[in-house]
C-alpha cells in the first residue's frame, strides 16, 4: 500500500537553528508532492508544492523542499527557524494514477524555543 | 474570496446518535474531500467528492457516509456514533483534482463524542 512516512514525531530546536523535516514516501510513479503546516489554532494551509521542474521548491516564511526521486524523498527545510515556526507540518503525496487522492504522513510537531 | 466554512465548529453528541457536518467549498471549486484528524494518527482520509459524485473512498465503516450537492456544497454523515469517534473533521476544497491537487481545508469541527 502508498504510504508516506515523516520519521520525527516531535523536533525541538531553537530560534535560529536550521530546520529539516523528513519525508519518504512509497511509490514509484509520478508524484505530486506537498507540504502543509497547521499553526496552534490555525487551519492546515499550503507550506510548498512539487508537481514537475527544479527539484529545489521554494515556499512561504523562507521553507523550501528538495524532491530526490532516487530517494523517493522530500525533505522540508529552513536555514534559520523563528519562535513563529512552531506549528505542525505535515507532508502529502499525491500518486498520479491514485484517483485524486492525498496520501498524508502522520506529522510532525515541531517546537521552537525563544 | 471566501475560504472554506464548516459548520458547526464544535459539536457533543452521545454513543449511538448519529451527526451531520455541512461544508461549504471555496467558490469555483468542484472537488470536496473530508478528513478524521486525531492526535499521533494523523490525516485519515474518508473520502472525496467531485461533481457530486463520490470519487474516491477511505478505509473507513459504513458509518461514515457523505454528499455533495450540485453547489459543491458537501455533508458528512456519521451514524451510530462511537466513543472512538472523537475527532477534528476536516473538509477541504481543490479546483479539481487534475494535475494541480492543491487543497484549501476549513477550520473544521469538533466532535465529542460521550
Known amino acids: 500500500a502508498q504510504s508516506v512516512s515523516q520519521h520525527n514525531h516531535h523536533v525541538i530546536l531553537s530560534e535560529a537553528a536550521s530546520l529539516e523535516l523528513g519525508c519518504n514516501y512509497s511509490?514509484?510513479?509520478?508524484?505530486?508532492l506537498f507540504w502543509y503546516v497547521q499553526y496552534p489554532g490555525q487551519h492546515l494551509q499550503l507550506l510548498l508544492k512539487y508537481f514537475s521542474g527544479d527539484p529545489l521548491v521554494k515556499g512561504i516564511k523562507g521553507f523550501e523542499a528538495e524532491f530526490i526521486k532516487s530517494k523517493f524523498s522530500f525533505n522540508l527545510r529552513k536555514p534559520s527557524v523563528q519562535w513563529s515556526d512552531t506549528a505542525e507540518y505535515f507532508c502529502?503525496?499525491?500518486?498520479?494514477?491514485?484517483?485524486?487522492?492525498?496520501?498524508w504522513g502522520a506529522g510532525t510537531k515541531l517546537i521552537i524555543k525563544p | 474570496k471566501a475560504g472554506v466554512t464548516q459548520t458547526p465548529r464544535y459539536l457533543i453528541k452521545t454513543r449511538g446518535q448519529q451527526v451531520t457536518l455541512s461544508c461549504s467549498p471555496i467558490s469555483g471549486h468542484r472537488s470536496v474531500s473530508w478528513y478524521q484528524q486525531t492526535p499521533g494518527q494523523g490525516l485519515q482520509f474518508l473520502f472525496e467528492?467531485?461533481?457530486?459524485?463520490?470519487?474516491n473512498k477511505g478505509n473507513f465503516p459504513g458509518r461514515f457516509s457523505g454528499r455533495q450537492f450540485s453547489n459543491s456544497r458537501s455533508e458528512m454523515n456519521v451514524s451510530t456514533l462511537e466513543l472512538g469517534d472523537s475527532a477534528l473533521y476536516l473538509c477541504a476544497s481543490s479546483k479539481d483534482g487534475g494535475d494541480s491537487y492543491e487543497q484549501y481545508f476549513g477550520p473544521g469541527t469538533r466532535l465529542t463524542v460521550t
Open positions: 502529502a503525496v499525491n500518486p498520479m494514477d491514485s484517483n485524486y487522492q492525498l496520501i
Open positions: 511509490y514509484g510513479g509520478t508524484v505530486n
Open positions: 467528492y467531485f461533481s457530486e459524485t463520490q470519487r
